[in-house]
């Protein structure tokens, strides 16, 4: 029973670090991204490869699928960020779908759908984590990271500009700032600490497949976010904690596997439309003022 | 399953499609648009149902791809140097027949008009009279019918799956922008252009790689021109 609560606490823990870091892009800047899952997955195979290829460390690691992480959303944001925000909901899916096919056909490197086995657990200053309760303290550890990270940068004037981006772009420009530039250094930013939960997943689960990161994992990560309420900071760690219980209220009840999964997304997909139509602000927003003229 | 006549389920398809579109748009999208919502929400809201529908068929049907039986048009046909199917040719000719409709529609009917008075100006259309909400109803139904025959000739040709639609959506997003929003021989030259490359790519590099070129040549595409082939300028503000 502790170790199914510590793995439970583990994957809140993850996610939280996915969601609060995606909401900065979508509660703070006002870009919705569909390939969180896809940066997840890059930081995931570049920890992965680096730990199994070239025998870094966890630490290396991690600085290395931060950095490709960035380095792969700011590939896609420099030209779609440039023109409207539409154009980037629809690169990112893209970035989603390109990703996932070089998981699944490059095999040399990443090994297919086989995945990647046998990935060290880490080494934290010689105390090497292997029990799940021992990862609930690194994964909680960087859940506040992130946290922390994401407090200062909105709270910071770097934090104001971004969120007159999400107000009024035109306002905001007319001020003199550069809003392609900020916006590509916050989708950066996102990117990298969305990449860092990848490379923690990869050595905690110590096995890789690309089915993990897929579209549909984008949209559950989005849905954290959306659920949690994206106009505060914790809005989505309460969203990260409620939609991880409901799988797990599922294996309560005998469904089979087949049918318990496509399930799962059909209750993701029920409370997006039915939050939206009912409480579009999520479980922990304030309501942003609705009435906007000429809509 | 049923076993009826094809042309009987074609309309069946076609009807379905189009109800469900106005079912949506009237229980989801339209209470959304009344309380003003924003832009985001209703794009959640569409991503919801997307999985939700999705799933929903998933679990009805199984995950198996179900094919329908085409008998006499799997058959090849040889124009000149090129082998083809009947399906093929039947496929072209529902994409003109498809084209050629919707562009009278708008053209020359009065609720096609009125689609396009809604969407050159909301107000304008309102302060002559035109029920937005009606012309709103009426483009989800027109909008999901034409969907139809599209899905069951990718039914005919490589069999429905629940989940293999999102695929199609990015590739008729990307078609679209390709064009230029809301010009429809746009989207008719962007999906062209995206099918040819697909299609010529698949020539030198294997075929999983189709959606990775497709998407390249889109980011390449909206650096250089991010109008569109026959959009107008395109701004956030707008949006």
Redesign the interface.
Known sequence: MTAYLAHYLVMVGIYAILAVSLNLL?GYS?I?SLAHAAIYGIGAYASALVALKLGLGFWGGLVVAAGVGAFASAL?AI??L??????Y???S???Q??VL??F??WTDLTNGHAGLPGIPRPNVFGWVIDEPFEYVFLSVAFAALTYAVCWRLTNSAFGRVLQAIRDD??AAQAMGKNVVQVKIVVASISSALGAMAGSLYAHYITYINPSSFA??ES?FI?SLV?LGGSERLAGPIVGAFVLLAIPEALKFLAIPD??AA??R??I??????AF??LR?EGLLGRA?T???D?? | MLGLPLALAVAGAIVAAAGSGMLIDRFIYQPLERRGALRTTLFIASLGLLILIENLLAIVFKPDPLRLDVGRLADAVQIGPVFLTWLHLVSVATAAFAYLGLMAFLKYSRWGQAMRAVSSSPEMARTVGIDLRRVHLLTYAVGSAISAPAGILVAMDVGADPYRGTTYVLLASVAVIMGGIGSIPGALLGALFLALLENLGVWKIASEWQSTISFGAFLIFIVLRPRGIFGRKIQSAEI
């Open positions: 979508i006002g919705f896609v030209p779609s440039r023109v409207a925000g539409d154009y909901v629809v690169a899916f893209g970035l779908v390109v096919a070089v699944m056909n772009e035109i579209l549909h949209i989005a959306i087949t049918v496509p399930l997304q059909v993701y997909g029920a409370l997006l439309v939206m139509l579009p942003r609705q009435a906007r000429g809509r």
